[in-house]
């Protein structure tokens, strides 16, 4: 993937399996989102291409598979926590109680305060905002579930909340669920493959035990140990 002279991803084979959760590692520039927005199709590659199995190729039905939770959450600032989470089943012109129902279910699994919904972005927490955010994403019932960067604006004690919240609704939902973070801890507590990538290139892919016992190359032990947080793991 190219931007001109820029080189965002170089050739990359990377398979994300099914129904598990897959984190995207490395630092600022490196590619991890660019391959998010590759999987959703608001980036078509300079070279090479993006196969979604059971997808077909109506780009429009197949962005419908996909939940997509971008950094800081995204949501529209004149609408109500309401008006966000139902946003997409109300274009789709769905029955008013199946959006009903289908609100209720999600707060219930992202333990959102149904009085909640009334208030705008603005007068949400930013944990709160993440789990509107979340409802939006997972609203259409999707295959797959894309989230950038979800908690990295959040304070620490907050993130590590909604750390455990999404491992018990990932374990929930069994669904594909394709996560960037620059945070080896949290990727490490959440995911079933770890994807750590350098300037443009995968580096290794694998369980943070294959990524500390059996590393590819210098660069990632210099990784892992530039995160002092895992010494707790």
């Given at each position: 993937m190219t931007f001109g002279e820029v080189v965002a991803l170089y050739p990359t084979d990377l398979q994300i399996p099914a129904g598990k959760t897959t984190v995207l590692i490395g630092p600022s520039g490196c590619g991890k989102s660019?391959?998010?927005?590759?999987?959703i199709g608001l980036l078509q590659p300079t070279n090479g291409h993006v196969h979604v199995a059971g997808g077909g190729d109506n780009l429009v039905a197949l962005r419908r598979q996909m939940g997509y939770v971008i950094q800081d959450g995204g949501l529209f600032p004149h609408l109500n926590a309401r008006e966000n989470v139902l946003l997409m089943p109300r274009q789709l012109k769905q029955d008013e109680a199946a959006m009903?129902?289908?609100?209720?279910?999600?707060?219930?699994?992202?333990?959102?305060?149904?009085?909640?919904?009334?208030?705008?972005?603005?007068?949400?927490s930013g944990g709160q905002r993440q789990r509107v955010s979340l409802m939006r994403a997972l609203a259409l019932d999707p295959?797959?579930?894309?989230?950038?960067?979800?908690?990295?604006?959040?304070?620490?004690?907050?993130?590590?909340?909604?750390?455990?919240?999404?491992?018990?609704?990932?374990?929930?939902?069994?669904?594909?669920v394709v996560m960037v973070t620059h945070d080896m801890a949290e990727a490490a507590?959440?995911?079933?493959?770890?994807?750590?990538?350098?300037?443009?290139?995968?580096?290794?892919?694998?369980?943070?035990?294959?990524?500390?016992?059996q590393p590819a190359e210098p660069y990632v032990n210099e990784f892992i140990d530039a995160q002092r947080s895992l010494v707790q793991l």
């Amino acid at each position: 993937m190219t931007f001109g002279e820029v080189v965002a991803l170089y050739p990359t084979d990377l398979q994300i399996p099914a129904g598990k959760t897959t984190v995207l590692i490395g630092p600022s520039g490196c590619g991890k989102s660019t391959i998010l927005r590759l999987i959703i199709g608001l980036l078509q590659p300079t070279n090479g291409h993006v196969h979604v199995a059971g997808g077909g190729d109506n780009l429009v039905a197949l962005r419908r598979q996909m939940g997509y939770v971008i950094q800081d959450g995204g949501l529209f600032p004149h609408l109500n926590a309401r008006e966000n989470v139902l946003l997409m089943p109300r274009q789709l012109k769905q029955d008013e109680a199946a959006m009903n129902r289908r609100l209720t279910e999600l707060c219930n699994l992202t333990h959102f305060s149904m009085e909640a919904l009334e208030r705008y972005p603005v007068e949400l927490s930013g944990g709160q905002r993440q789990r509107v955010s979340l409802m939006r994403a997972l609203a259409l019932d999707p295959d797959i579930l894309l989230l950038d960067e979800p908690l990295g604006a959040l304070d620490p004690m907050v993130r590590a909340s909604l750390q455990r919240e999404l491992k018990e609704i990932f374990a929930n939902l069994g669904k594909t669920v394709v996560m960037v973070t620059h945070d080896m801890a949290e990727a490490a507590f959440l995911a079933d493959m770890i994807v750590l990538l350098r300037a443009g290139e995968v580096v290794q892919s694998g369980s943070l035990d294959e990524l500390r016992d059996q590393p590819a190359e210098p660069y990632v032990n210099e990784f892992i140990d530039a995160q002092r947080s895992l010494v707790q793991l």
